[in-house]
């Protein structure tokens, strides 16, 4: 089953980050409220981007490497200005020669 990393515009300018199955489903639970706490207090405005991944392991790399990034770099990242391979290369790599993970 696929995973997506997703990215979402949220009220203060700032963006957010999460992984899940179905995005839109999760888009709505962070619009309701019934979200990630940062959602709660900085409400959603948009879904700006979203990536398939192959599994919940390679979402949560992903994830953990887009939040390490500056929120301008996120932008690019939203924007497309800025891949996803670009932010993930060592994980991209390794999924394409099938090698396990370390």
């Known amino acids: 089953m ?3 990393l997703y990215l979402i515009e949220c009220s203060d300018g700032s963006v957010y ?3 899940a199955t179905d995005v839109q489903a999760r888009f ?3 619009c309701s409220g019934a979200g990630a ?3 709660r207090s900085r409400k959603p405005v948009r879904l ?4 398939e991944l192959a599994d919940r392991s390679s979402a949560s790399r992903a994830e953990y490497r887009v939040k390490q990034l500056a929120p301008a770099q ?3 990242l939203a924007s497309g200005a800025r891949t996803l391979e ?3 290369p060592a994980v991209i790599e390794e999924v394409e020669a099938g090698e396990p993970d370390t």
């Not at 700006?48 to 990536?51: G, K, N, P, V």
């Open 48 to 51: 700006l981007a979203s990536f």
């Open 17 to 19: 980050t999460g992984i």
């Open 28 to 30: 709505d639970k962070h």
């Open 37 to 39: 706490r940062y959602t």
């Open 86 to 88: 670009s932010v993930l």
């Open 74 to 76: 996120k932008w690019e």
């Open 2 to 4: 696929p995973w997506f």
